[in-house]
């Protein structure tokens, strides 16, 4: 819809420009089809930074942990990236399945929480949706609905759980 309203700016302000008599009501056509153009370009731009119309929502998943390593109980395993604290986690939410999934730093962060009642995955996804159908119609020049934003994983652990590094390859 932007992208419409800044044709028809853009189209208002150089028909007026080019076709009408000077006077007050070519000075007005021209003002408003110029200010038609800039608040729309100014609109585009902003929802690009700003995602205008947009509010975040969250969905949440709960999945049972069990041990990283197959032979040994109550295992997290996690890998240091680089130099920093930034660590990658390898985990099992389903005991019969061979293959670890991992976190991934870039897309979110982890939260590791010890000691609680039951061993648990909390992933929460976070994704950006438009307030109405509207604000949709307005804005839907770039940012599409339903936009992925971030994910957090929460890992509840039991008592006795060992949180260890991943041995090198």
């Not at 991934?104 to 909390?122: C, F, M, W, Y």
């Not at 307030?131 to 992925?148: P, T």
């Amino acid at each position: 819809m932007i992208a419409i309203l800044l044709f028809a700016g853009a189209f208002l302000f150089t028909g007026s420009m080019i076709f009408m008599v000077a006077g007050t009501k070519k000075t007005v056509w021209v003002t408003i089809g110029f200010i038609l153009t800039v608040g729309s370009v100014l609109l585009m731009i902003l929802n690009y930074n700003q995602y205008l119309g947009m509010k975040e929502v969250s969905v949440s998943h709960e999945y049972p942990l069990t041990s990283s390593l197959k032979g040994q109980k109550r295992v997290l395993l996690y890998r240091h990236l680089g130099t920093k604290d930034e660590r990658v986690y390898f985990y099992k939410n389903n005991p019969l399945e061979s293959k670890l999934a991992r976190t991934d730093p870039e897309k979110g962060s982890v939260k590791l929480t010890q000691n609680a009642s039951h061993n648990r995955l909390i992933v929460t996804k976070t994704y950006r949706v438009y307030r109405n159908e509207e604000l949709r119609l307005l804005f839907s020049v770039g940012v599409k609905n339903h936009d992925y934003v971030k994910t957090n994983w929460h890992f509840n652990l039991k008592p006795g759980w060992r949180v260890i590094a991943m041995p090198a390859k």
